[in-house]
Every structure is written in structure tokens, then in C-alpha cells.
């Protein structure tokens, strides 16, 4: 079992920044990879970003060159750098690895 918990969401506005985190715990051992999705009201949940055990990073289309996922191993926490965020970059942001979420935290980007 892994449990993960995000952190780090709030009120934001157009241009602002904001840095989410996921922390990990439980058989932490498994996680070979962190991932973050989100989901916009009414919207399906869109995958953002993926960090594997390597250090490898990739990003969807829509966050490339503002967003940037990091990991720290030690803390087994992962991290959302969000940066120039948009209103369309509000939604709920989920952590996941494997078959396990967190709950999510809320961003809201608005003016």
C-alpha cells in the first residue's frame, strides 16, 4: 500500500505561481515513478507531468515550459512547480503512482 498526499493548492492569480507537493508514504519501495494529473470542473482528468525513478521528465503539451516536476527521494515527496499560471490551469491537481491517488488539492487561478 502507498499513500499519497498533496499539498500546496490555493488562490493564485493570472501570472502567478504556485508549488504543489506529494508526499509519499507506506511501501514506498514500489513507487518507480510519480505522475500528476488534474481536472477541471466538469472536465475529465488530463495526466500533466511524469518523473521516473531515473530522474527522467515529461510533460504534457499544455504545462510544457511552465510547469516542472521534481522528486526528492529522501523526503519520498514529488513537486509541482507551476509557473506564468493561467485560468485554464485551474482544476484539481492528483498525485499517482501505480494504482494509488491522492486526494488532491485545489488550484484556482482567477483575478
Known amino acids: 500500500q502507498v499513500q499519497l498526499v498533496e499539498s500546496g493548492g490555493g488562490l493564485v492569480q493570472p501570472g502567478g505561481s504556485l508549488r504543489l507537493s506529494c508526499a509519499a508514504s507506506?511501501?514506498?519501495?514500489?513507487?518507480?515513478?510519480m505522475a500528476w494529473y488534474r481536472q477541471a470542473p466538469g472536465k475529465e482528468r488530463e495526466w500533466v507531468a511524469t518523473i521516473t525513478s531515473a530522474g527522467v521528465t515529461i510533460y504534457a503539451d499544455s504545462v510544457k515550459g511552465r510547469f516542472t516536476i521534481t522528486r526528492d527521494n529522501a523526503k519520498n515527496t514529488s513537486y509541482l512547480q507551476m509557473l506564468s499560471l493561467r485560468p485554464e490551469d485551474t482544476a484539481a491537481y492528483y498525485c499517482?503512482?501505480?494504482?494509488?491517488w491522492g486526494k488532491g488539492t485545489l488550484v484556482t487561478v482567477s483575478s
Open positions: 499517482q503512482t501505480s494504482h494509488y
Open positions: 507506506g511501501s514506498i519501495f514500489s513507487i518507480n515513478y
